[in-house]
């Protein structure tokens, strides 16, 4: 699949990785998984003959020993489609108490 930078990235797929390395690395949370972490720390990355990033492929993962990152996968996958920010509404009063003398009015 393509990616929506395609001067910057060789395909979707590390177009996603390299966002969900800059939401990581400001800051997000994730679980302490271990198997995540290991897919998460995986794939090694290079660049294209036109100077795309390049996630490294599962077959040479594989090659390399290593398992097929599908916690990774699936969690960059999670940047493949932008979405919006819900806009921030503000707080609705939902009750008011009753004023200390009201009781006698």
Same mark, same amino acid.
């Given at each position: 699949?393509? %990616?929506?930078?395609?001067?910057?990235?060789?395909?979707?797929? %590390?177009?996603?990785?390299?966002?969900?390395?800059?939401?990581?690395?400001?800051?997000?949370?994730?679980?302490?998984?271990?198997?995540?972490?290991?897919?998460?720390?995986?794939?090694?990355?290079?660049?294209?003959?036109?100077?795309?990033?390049?996630?490294?492929?599962?077959?040479?993962?594989?090659?390399?020993?290593?398992?097929?990152?599908?916690?990774?996968? %699936?969690?960059?996958?999670?940047?493949?489609?932008?979405?919006?920010?819900?806009?921030?509404?503000?707080?609705?009063?939902?009750?008011?108490?009753?004023?200390?003398?009201?009781?006698?009015?």
């Amino acid at each position: 699949m393509r %990616a929506e930078d395609s001067n910057a990235y060789y395909n979707k797929r %590390a177009e996603c990785w390299m966002l969900m390395r800059d939401w990581l690395k400001a800051g997000a949370k994730i679980p302490d998984d271990p198997e995540l972490a290991i897919d998460l720390s995986g794939p090694e990355y290079g660049f294209s003959n036109k100077n795309q990033i390049q996630l490294e492929k599962k077959e040479s993962m594989k090659d390399r020993g290593l398992a097929s990152p599908d916690l990774g996968d %699936a969690l960059a996958m999670t940047f493949a489609v932008k979405v919006a920010a819900r806009p921030k509404r503000e707080p609705q009063l939902i009750y008011t108490f009753p004023s200390a003398n009201a009781w006698m009015a």
